[in-house]
């Protein structure tokens, strides 16, 4: 059964085609990668399946609900973590766990419950107490999780979940990713541009300039280039053109070394 | 019963996000003292040679209670009308995002935002009070009087700070957002009755003062705060234009708050 499928899904920037036509869908269980180079239109895929930008064109629906129609809906069955540093700093992991219980409507005599488990799942109970700026990358980018995950969204996006972390902490992340699904049997959606982390994927697209290049299990993606001895890295140099350096504007590549060093 | 389920879903939404910001000031106070020197300067220094010389008809009253109120509604209007530079900080960060991904209706979240901005208020108001008991301004202690100066404190600071918020959600960047803050609270300031009389200004700037909402709430803290001080306006009047400059700020606020995560 599908929980994400979307209909030649576009948006226009003025003259510039972000996503570009986009036609894909999303088995319920599967661990999805969008993979592309900076300014391919992954993250503003993400940001029109989590309802933060409307789509100029075409339509996508999340576990059945319309994402510009049924935008309500969306909102209480994913889970979010985006690019960007969302936990507060100036909190402790403890409340900025319990402000999203709250604005989530998890009923107050399951909370604090809801909440330790979350915790103790993410490894953070030692540090629960502690302001989130103290914290590490890897801890930080796991009490991010832990938060969107607290609602049990059917659906978990996240966009560059381990940008700017070390490979240390990078796979304690995907380690605990794993675990999500199969303890709860979350569909897990993410972007990424390491090829390493597509091999953890079922199924990946490669996006290139908006539009979706190729899509399949990694095994296939390789199969289609000549063969099983071949990486991920060929498979990316070969459909997107080894374009790694194309895109990125100033403001991305502010932005994203900026979120490398507040969690690096 | 479906109704009332709603309002008190969006009042609990809207206080989550409140509680937020209460939480990291209980962490961090600091701001809040730092915050309290500009008012003591202008009680302090503008007061008190102001006083002296007896320049500016106040309806009797010493110069420095006159203006005790103004500074008062002045020191929230400088807090919350640099507010939107913490959302656009947010907008750095990822916060935003995951409260926008959230169910939390697009009003809760701004007004939330807003209340928060009074609690700030508030603090400012107990630090006035003490300033002002310290000069010698006579304060109207009754209880009533004090918890109306709270409601008024709190409307102000909701109205500005979401204010704040629209400019922020329009201009995006840190830069262009101070620019503009710079330009709006000295006229805001000036052209209001905080430190002078509406009736001693030229014709041009009465007109100003009076679609100013600052105009109403010093009118009616003055009313409050002192025993002596006079509404020229009515409180119910000056209590009425500010919520519903607040109800049509948050409104166009709710529509403009997502774009600051585009």
């Known amino acids: 059964m599908s929980v994400l499928e979307t209909k030649d899904l576009t948006r226009r920037f003025g003259t510039l085609t972000a ?8 088995e319920a269980g599967e661990i999805f990668a969008l993979l592309g180079a900076n300014g391919a239109g992954k993250t503003v895929t993400m940001k029109m399946l989590t309802t933060l930008l409307r789509p100029s064109g075409g339509n996508a629906r999340v576990a059945g609900f319309d994402i510009v ?23 402790t992991g403890y409340e900025n766990l319990l402000i999203f ?34 914290y590490s990358g890897g801890m930080i980018r796991r009490l991010e999780i832990a938060a969107a995950m607290l609602h049990r969204p059917p659906v978990l996006f996240l966009d560059e979940p381990t940008i700017g972390l070390d490979p240390i902490a990078r796979r304690a992340v995907w380690e605990r990713i794993e675990d999500l699904r199969s303890q709860y049997g979350t569909t897990i959606v993410f972007t990424t541009h390491l090829m390493e982390e597509a091999d953890v994927c079922t199924r990946l697209a490669i996006m290139h300039r908006g539009r979706i290049v190729t ?11 000549g063969g099983a001895d071949r990486t991920m890295d060929d498979v990316f140099i070969h459909y997107a053109g080894g374009a790694v350096e194309a895109g990125g504007t100033y403001r991305e590549t502010s932005r994203a070394r900026r979120v490398a060093q507040r969690l690096g | 019963m479906g109704a009332i389920t709603a309002v008190a879903g969006f009042a609990e939404k809207t206080f989550v996000i409140a509680e937020l910001e209460a939480r990291k000031l209980r962490h961090d106070p ?18 008190s040679v102001f006083t002296r010389t007896h320049a500016i008809p106040t309806g009797g009253l010493p110069y420095l209670d006159f203006m005790a109120p103004g500074i ?67 304060i109207n202690w009754h209880p009533l009087a004090l918890i109306g100066v709270l409601v008024v404190v709190l409307l102000g600071a ?44 030229p ?19 003055r009313a409050l705060m002192l025993p002596a001080g006079q509404s020229l306006h009515g409180l119910g009047l000056d209590g009425a234009i500010l919520v519903i400059v607040l109800a049509g700020l948050v409104l166009v606020g709710a529509r403009l708050y997502p774009r600051i995560a585009t």
């Open chain 1, 19 to 26: 996503v570009d036509a986009l036609t894909m869908s999303v």
């Open chain 1, 69 to 91: 129609h049924h935008a309500a809906q969306v909102r209480r069955v994913i889970g979010y973590v985006p690019q960007l540093v969302s936990a507060d700093g100036a909190l």
């Open chain 1, 101 to 134: 219980a709250k604005l989530y409507d998890i009923a107050r005599s399951d909370r604090d419950e809801r909440i330790r488990e979350a915790l103790a799942f993410m490894e953070l109970t030692e540090v629960r107490d502690k302001l989130v700026r103290e």
């Open chain 1, 215 to 225: 899509l399949g299990t990694p095994s296939e993606l390789k199969a289609s280039i």
């Open chain 2, 30 to 47: 600091t701001e809040l003292l730092t915050r309290a020197i500009q008012p003591a300067l202008w009680l302090v220094v503008l007061g």
């Open chain 2, 72 to 138: 008062l509604a002045q020191s929230v209007l400088f807090i919350a009308i640099f507010y939107g530079i913490a959302v656009i900080w947010e907008r750095d960060l990822g916060l935003v995002h995951k409260l926008l991904v959230s169910p939390t209706p697009r009003t809760a979240l701004v007004l939330g935002k807003a209340v928060s901005a009074g609690v700030r208020g508030l603090s400012q108001a107990v630090i006035i009070y003490l300033l002002a008991w310290l000069l010698g301004v006579k």
């Open chain 2, 158 to 201: 909701a109205c500005f700070s979401t204010l704040s918020l629209i400019i922020a959600a329009i201009v995006k960047t840190r830069e262009r957002f101070m620019g503009i803050g710079q330009v709006l609270t000295m006229p805001l300031f000036f052209a209001s009755n905080a430190i002078y009389p509406v009736a001693i200004m």
């Open chain 2, 203 to 221: 014709t041009w700037l009465q007109v100003c003062a009076q679609v100013n909402p600052l105009t109403y709430e010093v009118d009616a803290l």
